[in-house]
Structure formats: structure tokens, C-alpha cells
């Protein structure tokens, strides 16, 4: 059972442009959302983070938006770097525990 | 600090081989992780140590034994693995067991058994 889906595989965005990442949950008893980006090989690198009791966090070019009753949430990188491109991995956690469960990633790719 | 390392980053080793895998953190968390990704696939949770004690284990083949020698250092002991156990394994920390706070990752061990 996925808990958390990523649902487009890979985006690919103009530089400059705005790059929006989808990402939906099932399980309610998620209450904190995370925002990874990765390299091959490399270990995910945190971006973003959001608690249930927000609806916005904004960081420079990130923004990341939850709409709990949809069980949705979106990442908004705005304006869109060529070094942006990487996977982009979501995660939801409870905020009473410390696992994480990822979504299957997005491959973001910017073109100059 | 406020780094996540791993060592060794490139590991080749046999079917029959003895290894262990090192992660190391000085930020003062109390929860350490080991997570396993495969090509394409997200990472999945292995094990969780809060406060040095081993909490979760995910039912996790015992071919793979972990270690937490103090609050700083966790290892995981490789041996007799399979060639499907060949992955990428990341050591994660966060600043205590019962939350996800501050939640960092290490740059992964790529792991390939022959």
C-alpha cells in the first residue's frame, strides 16, 4: 500500500520558469511533510518542510503548499534553475514518531 | 557540524564476505537510520536506533545485523548477502526517536554484491 504518491514521474520546466511537484498521502495520521532532492548516488539533501497545523512554508525559491483536506501538497520552485534538476522526493511522517515514508520521486529537469 | 557520514562510499564484496558499514554524526541527535534504496525506487526504512537502542526493525533479513556503539556512530554488519541485496544504503539521523525533526541523510554507500 503506497501512503505517499508521487504521481508524475518526471517534469521538465524552461529556466525561469515555475516547476510545481505534486505529491498526495492516505494516511491521516500524517501531520509533517518533507521535500528531499537528490543526485545519483548521492544521499537525498533536505529543501523544505511543513507541519499540518500550516498551510504554507516558504524558504528563498521553494514553497510548499498542504491542502490537509485533500491530502495533497505541492512544491513550487520558482524561478526554476537548470541546477534544480534532480529527483525530487517527498515524504510524510508523524509528527509522534520519526519514520519516514517516501513517495516514488519526480525527476525535475530544467532546461536552459 | 551538520553532516551525515558514511563510510565506505563504494563497496564491492562477495557472496560469502564479511563487511560492515560505518556512519557517523556529531550534531547531538538520538535517532539513527538505516535506509536501503534501489535504482530508481524511493528509500526504505531498515532499522531505527533511538537512544542507542535498536526501536524498529523492519523485518529485515538477519544477513544484515545492526549497531549503535554510542549516540554518534552506527554500523551494519554484511554478511552471506545476495546480489539483489546490491543498493544504495543511507544512514540517516534526527534529533530523537519520537520525531522528525531535523531529519538528515548521508551521502549513501553503493553497495554491489558479486
Known amino acids: 500500500d503506497q501512503q505517499v504518491k508521487q504521481n508524475s514521474p518526471s517534469l521538465s520546466v524552461q529556466e525561469g520558469r515555475i516547476s510545481i511537484l505534486n505529491c498526495d498521502y492516505t494516511?491521516?495520521?500524517?501531520?509533517?511533510f518533507l521535500w528531499y532532492k537528490k543526485y545519483p548516488a548521492e544521499g537525498p539533501t533536505f529543501l523544505i518542510s511543513i507541519s499540518s497545523i500550516k498551510d504554507k512554508n516558504e524558504d528563498g525559491r521553494f514553497t510548499v503548499f498542504l491542502n490537509k483536506s485533500a491530502k495533497h501538497l505541492s512544491l513550487h520552485i520558482v524561478p526554476s534553475q537548470p541546477g534544480d534538476s534532480a529527483v525530487y522526493f517527498c515524504?510524510?511522517?508523524?509528527?509522534?514518531?520519526?519514520?519516514?515514508?517516501f513517495g516514488e520521486g519526480t525527476q525535475l529537469t530544467v532546461n536552459p | 557540524d551538520t553532516e551525515v557520514t558514511q563510510t565506505p562510499k563504494h563497496l564491492v564484496m562477495g557472496m560469502t564476505n564479511k563487511k560492515s558499514l560505518k556512519c557517523e554524526q556529531h550534531?547531538?541527535?538520538?535517532?539513527m537510520y538505516w535506509y536501503k534504496q534501489k535504482a530508481k525506487k524511493p528509500p526504505e526504512l531498515m532499522f531505527v536506533y533511538s537512544y542507542e537502542k535498536l526501536s524498529i526493525n523492519e523485518s529485515v533479513p538477519s544477513r544484515f545485523s545492526p549497531e549503535c556503539p554510542n549516540s554518534s556512530l552506527l554500523n551494519l554488519h554484511l554478511h552471506a548477502l545476495q546480489p539483489e541485496d546490491s543498493a544504495l544504503y543511507l544512514c540517516?539521523?534526527?534529533?530523537?526517536?519520537?520525531?522528525?525533526?531535523?531529519?538528515?541523510f548521508g551521502s549513501g554507500t553503493r553497495l554491489t554484491v558479486v
Open positions: 540517516a539521523s534526527s534529533l530523537s526517536g519520537t520525531d522528525p525533526w531535523g531529519y538528515t
Open positions: 494516511n491521516s495520521m500524517f501531520d509533517y
Open positions: 515524504a510524510a511522517s508523524e509528527t509522534s514518531g520519526s519514520r519516514l515514508t
Open positions: 550534531m547531538g541527535h538520538r535517532a
